[in-house]
């Protein structure tokens, strides 16, 4: 390829592995020697059989999950499981219990509230979400049919570094932004969703795990498309499901685990952010957004002295090809998102650029 690659830090869809993007491409023609393209087959040929069920193997190998979890290719974004999840889950007459931690929570929220009782069991509002609310500040309403939290606040840039408190009720997470990013103990959770569109692949396909169990509460009157027992014996293929996202997040899981797995994903996660955040905390032009212990490995949120600096910052960043660092308008200033194909040099370069424009601009 001539054209040279950015160092892209958007938020999502974001950067993939070269690797997995030249893959694609030569099998965008013809998958293997059988001279017809990924995208040209149909999704009950054996071929997309194949790669659907190695895709499930993979993540069921990367995050250890348990047998009686069951996992789900769908579509709709992490935006349908908002609906999804309460329409699936929250009888008539319960309660939901959410976490409200930022942009996303605030939607999740909103759509479940169509569907039944919603109790805000904590919220770190105040301070505009610049952390995530401690275990102890989490009030449980008592016998939620589940307790729905974001794990990782892309926007604002925190994330959970525990999981917080559910009281026995089955944990509900948004993982759109740090799914498969470091190692999890699946048994502490009900069900798990997340878009592609950041650490797994391209837009379009929505990865679900669910515990058996909860499968139950489905039921029969849901649309098809929404119910998650549907999908489930339907092995993701109902109707025709997003085959070229599934092909692509499969290889991306086989890249994650040629590349060490999780525990090397996650090795790799901390040492970039880390390397980031000292830049930032020793740089006096710069705030982070996110308090210390709330920090996420995935978005890097800061402010610089002004808006001007901040604006004048993108701009020269975008022209030594760092695109995509604008912050997202409800905290302004800077957002670098780092998932885990984003490569350290990238990280470096974005750190020796900040010392020299704050050297040469606050002088
Ligand atoms: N949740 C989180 C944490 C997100 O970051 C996003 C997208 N940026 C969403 C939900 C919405 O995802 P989608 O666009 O796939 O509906």
Redesign the pocket.
Known sequence: MSVERVYNFS??PAVLPVAVLEEARDNLLSLGESGVGICEISHRSKEFTAIIEQTEADIRELYGIPKEYRVMFLQ???????SMVPMNLLGAGQTADYIHT????K??IAEAKKVGEVHVAATSEEGNFCRVPRGEEVRLSGSAAYVHF??????FGTQWHAEPPCGGAPLVC????DILSRSLDISKYGLIY?????NLGP?GV?LVIIREDLLERSSDSLPTMLNYRKMVEGKSLYNTPPTFGIYLLGLVTKWMKKNGGLAEMSKRNEEKARILYDALDANAACTPHADKDSRSLMNVTWRMSSEEMEKRFVEEATARRMTNLKGHRSVGGLRASIYNAFPKAGVEALVSFLEEFTARTQS
């Open positions: 938020a999502g709709g974004g992490a935006s349908m499981q908002f930022g942009v996303w929570s939607k999740a974001t794990s990782n606040n892309t926007i948004d993982m759109s932004s997340a878009g592609a569109q950041k837009s929505t």
